[in-house]
């Protein structure tokens, strides 16, 4: 049965599927997805585009038994579909073994930020579906299968958006555990980060900047180094220390973030802006995401800063991170390094619209691909031209799905998929 109301986290979407179901076992979700019509999985609700929603069968496999099983001595960790990332980051720890990299959130879905192509921050931090090595997804039949890193199926099928099967497990890669010291410092000028771009974002193991784009400075630039580099510098290209501890969003509680200040601790708790224990970010939001080659960031800096009066009463908070290119057909670090454009917007879309309107605008000129998990207004042929291997992920679709069982409004705008 359908809850009255049921939607993502920010409650921008509205669900409306025939069914929805909360699966508890494997050998259901293969029954299920064997006998239904058309198929979406709902993870933790963080997307902010129409990305899981359908008119058909609406699963949550959140109450999937929850596994997080080491192997040490492979350096991998199996996880089931359930889990998020709170969950796997710890028991990783404690075996002494870390992910390369976390999303600002550890409350949301491992399957999830795989499928949408979620991403943490780092020059040298492929996004969090790097990792991944093995996948086990159900087909449209209910059979399940498991690809391996090195299958001829599997760069498409890591980030796919839910199009390439049911996925109930993922084994990641790991690596040696490390600790980190986070600082932040304020009034980065904004001429000193477009300037020193490719240094300033390299300084660390990962570097955040955040904005409010209305004034030319960098509100906050946080830095996350490992523990073993040298003290941050007093002053850094004309910002200052942050005399205490900060939140991405002005005026929200700083307790709800990372331990800030140079105090060293481990990288589960560091990397991720959030705490797990306390309400991540506002909730109450838009999220808008485009990422670009990174030598295109300076002009696309500049081209942004231009129409900054156009959209910055609908922003909350703006952050720019970089990311390593990856292999994964889908991925919006495809095969480049990457630098991340994310805007947090107010929650009500009259507001947004004009304001995304005006964003894309400038970066029209720029090789920006949309977050598919994130609220983007780009047309389908300008979409389509910015993935080099969309043919061929549709080939692969149309082989593993051929009645288009998976698919919905959302994933037909943008691709050439049946049903």
């Not at 509205?14 to 293969?30: C, D, I, L």
């Not at 890669?173 to 390299?202: H, K, T, W």
């Not at 990422?291 to 295109?296: D, F, G, S, T």
Request: with cysteine; net charge negative; proline share 6%.
């Amino acid at each position: 049965m359908t809850p009255t109301k049921l939607t993502n986290w920010a409650g921008n979407v509205v669900f409306e599927p025939e069914r929805y179901v909360r699966a508890g076992r494997v050998e259901q979700v293969q029954e299920l997805v064997a006998g239904a019509r058309r198929v979406r999985v709902l993870g933790s609700g963080h997307s902010f585009s129409q990305v899981a929603a359908t008119d058909g069968l609406l699963l949550s496999l959140e109450d999937l038994p929850l596994e997080v099983d080491v192997d040490t001595a492979a350096a991998t960790a199996r996880v089931t579909a359930s889990a998020r990332f709170a969950h796997v980051m710890p028991a990783l720890h404690a075996a002494g073994l870390a992910l390369h990299n976390t999303g600002s959130l550890p409350h949301i879905s491992v399957a999830g930020a795989a499928a949408t192509g979620t991403h943490g921050s780092g020059t040298g931090n492929p996004c969090l579906a790097a990792a991944v090595t093995g996948i086990e997804l159900i087909g449209p039949d209910g059979s399940l299968r498991t690809l391996s890193a090195g299958d001829d199926d599997f760069d498409g099928s890591v980030i796919a958006m839910g199009l390439a099967g049911v996925v109930t497990a993922l084994t990641l890669r790991a690596q040696p555990a490390f600790d980190v010291r986070q600082y932040v410092y304020d009034d980065l000028p904004l001429d000193a980060l477009i300037s020193n771009f490719d240094e300033i974002m390299g300084s660390a193991y990962s570097v955040s900047a955040f904005t409010h784009w209305r004034r030319p400075v960098i509100d906050m630039l946080w830095r996350k180094q490992l523990a073993g580099d040298p003290v941050a510098p007093a002053s850094y290209f004309g910002a200052r220390p942050a005399d205490g501890p900060r939140h991405p969003i002005a005026g929200m509680p700083t307790e709800n973030a990372t331990q800030q200040l140079g105090v060293p601790g481990p990288w589960h708790e560091r990397l991720p802006h959030f705490r797990f224990e306390f309400t991540p970010s506002r909730g109450d939001e838009l999220q808008s995401e485009f990422l670009l080659p990174v030598e295109q960031a300076g002009a696309a800096l500049a081209a942004v800063n231009e129409v900054a009066p156009r959209f910055a009463d609908a922003l909350q908070v703006a952050e720019i991170r970089t990311v390593a290119g990856d292999d994964l057909w889908l991925s919006p670090c495809y095969g480049r390094t990457t630098v991340a454009l994310h805007f947090t917007w107010v929650d009500d879309l009259r507001v947004v619209a004009p304001a995304l309107a005006a964003l894309e605008g400038a970066l029209e000129g720029f090789d920006a691909r949309p977050h598919w998990g994130k609220v983007f207004g780009l047309g389908r042929e300008r979409v389509r031209a910015l993935y080099p291997r969309l043919a061929d992920f549709e080939k692969l679709v149309a082989r593993v799905d051929p009645a288009g069982k998976f698919t919905n409004d959302f994933t037909r705008t943008y691709l050439e998929l049946a049903g």
